[in-house]
């Protein structure tokens, strides 16, 4: 058997273990990137980036086709059609460029990648099936990043007709009617993609309401569109099975069915945390997750975890955040986790973005509202849904979360993020010169009514 040794070696090339290889490479550790499947993982393969793609060309569609049922800009179109095939071969070569560019990262950081999947055999050595045979490799510290992959429901298994999130992302037309199981961010994101690109979308969510994370302001205007889009939304429903073209449904009223030529499953992710050896660690977990600290090291010396592996938020960015992270530690740099909050988009129509504490969180902060409507750079876009909300503490103004739901606004999401890390008051956002006409200057204003509440 072939045999290599390095420094560090990372399991898993998502964006926890590729940006973890690109730093530590710069940082000049000896490093060693073992991928099964593509460079980029779930976020570039099959998840953040091909939805987003998506999103982008159901969003196209429907504008053309609103414009063509009429508009009161003065703008003719004719109707438009869709080649699904041709969007999702458009789809998978910004994927190709992407994760072109993630090799080029790891050869320039001097990163050795070997491609084949990695079976942990103690905290120091990883066996990988590769093409040209076995190769073991000895490595003083390893990082586990190998991520998550779609969770199916026992009355729904994947396949045929039942598809995953990856399933949809790679389908070659619109299915006429789409059932989508699970209300939360990815199926609402692609269910929203599918109802815009023509499909007849029904929602079933076992919760109370979508997006149950969100407070029923912040899901209010989601709502609302849905229904303009024609999507039917299902809650406290459950899905029981599916033949034949119309899946089972529970609600409260009793057993119903409704027809669907596809059902996505979009019921949450699992970490991947079996089938390679990580059992015989014998690691300390948190339910199904490895437990970390904050300089992300799992109860044995020398095995780090980083990205879905170790929980809530599953989110690419917080994955990297943490690939940096261990890069550091692993260098000998002081480094530790001590981020005051990570951002979440959920990228619907309008678009909800989140930073910090929700009003829930904080039962005696205060609470300033700007609503979009009074926007002017909204009203220019034909948007009027939505807003700007702050949640502060009364006694200093200390921004303690930042909320927005709006058309467009996940490009807020930096500015909200860097307010809570650099521990921003009401008075530095109200005082910050927003530029005019944009939809940021709503943050400006939620903050000057914040200030107004105050006194
Ligand atoms: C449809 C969808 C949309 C999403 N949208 C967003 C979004 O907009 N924003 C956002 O922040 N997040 C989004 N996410 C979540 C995001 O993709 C994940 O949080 C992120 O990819 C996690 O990164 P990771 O590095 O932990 O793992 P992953 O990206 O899952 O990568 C893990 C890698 O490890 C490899 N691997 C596993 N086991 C082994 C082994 N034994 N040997 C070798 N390789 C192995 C896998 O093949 C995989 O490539 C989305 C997810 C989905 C499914």
């Known amino acids: 058997m072939k045999r290599e040794t390095c420094k560090l070696l990372i399991l898993g090339a998502g964006p926890g273990g590729y940006v973890c290889a690109n730093r530590a490479g710069q ?8 991928e099964a499947q593509a460079l980029g993982g779930t976020c570039l393969n099959v998840g953040c980036i091909p939805s987003k793609a998506l999103i982008h060309a159901a ?22 059609a869709i080649d699904l095939t041709q969007t999702v071969a458009w789809k998978d070569g910004i994927v190709k460029r992407l994760t072109g560019g993630v090799a080029g990262m790891m050869k320039k950081a001097k990163v050795r990648v070997i491609t084949g999947q990695g079976q942990i055999i103690d905290g120091k050595t990883v066996e990988v099936e590769t093409q040209e045979g076995p190769l073991r490799i000895s490595t003083e510290s390893l990082v586990i990043a190998t991520g998550s992959r779609p969770q199916d429901i026992g009355a729904l298994p994947f396949g045929g007709d039942i598809l995953s999130s990856t399933d949809v992302l ?6 006429k009617r789409l059932a989508v199981v699970g209300g939360g961010y990815i199926g609402l994101e692609i269910g929203t993609a599918m109802a815009k690109l023509g499909a007849q979308v029904t929602v079933i969510e076992a919760a109370a309401q979508i997006l149950p994370q969100y407070d029923a302001d912040l899901t209010k205007p989601v709502m609302a569109r849905l229904k303009t889009l024609g999507v039917t939304v299902l809650t406290g429903a459950k899905a029981a099975g ?15 069915t409704i027809d669907a030529d596809k059902v996505l499953v979009t019921v949450g992710r699992v970490p991947v945390t079996d089938g390679f050896g990580l059992e015989g660690l014998g690691l300390t977990m948190q339910g199904r997750f490895i437990d970390i600290d904050d300089r992300c090291r799992s109860s044995m010396h020398g095995v780090f975890a980083i990205g879905d592996v170790t929980g809530d938020p ?8 943490q690939g940096t992270l261990v890069a550091e530690v692993i260098a000998g740099n002081a480094a530790r ?12 129509d309008p678009e909800i973005v989140t930073v910090g504490l929700l009003p829930a969180d904080a039962p005696d902060a205060g609470v300033a509202l700007f609503p979009l409507a ?6 220019t876009l034909e948007r009027r849904d939505g807003f700007m909300r702050i949640v502060y503490d009364k006694g200093t103004g200390l921004v303690l979360g930042i909320q927005a739901i ?4 996940s490009e807020m999401a930096g500015e909200f993020a860097l307010a809570l890390e650099m521990a921003a008051t009401l008075t530095d956002i109200a005082e910050t010169i927003h530029a005019h006409p944009t939809l940021g200057e709503a943050v400006q204003e939620a903050a000057i009514e914040g200030l107004l509440a105050q006194q």
């Open 27 to 34: 940082l000049g550790i000896d490093t060693i990137l073992v």
């Open 59 to 80: 969003d196209e569609f429907h504008l053309v086709r609103h414009l063509a049922e009429g508009n009161p800009l003065g703008i003719t179109a004719a109707a438009p």
């Open 170 to 175: 790679n389908m070659q037309s619109v299915p």
């Open 242 to 256: 599916f033949g034949n073209g119309s899946l089972e449904i529970q609600t409260k009223e009793g057993p119903q």
């Open 314 to 321: 599953m989110l690419a960015h917080r994955a990297m955040a």
């Open 337 to 348: 986790w001590d981020k005051r909050a990570i951002p979440a988009v959920c990228f619907t």
């Open 374 to 379: 009074g926007n002017g750079r909204s009203l």
């Open 406 to 409: 709006g058309a467009g606004l």
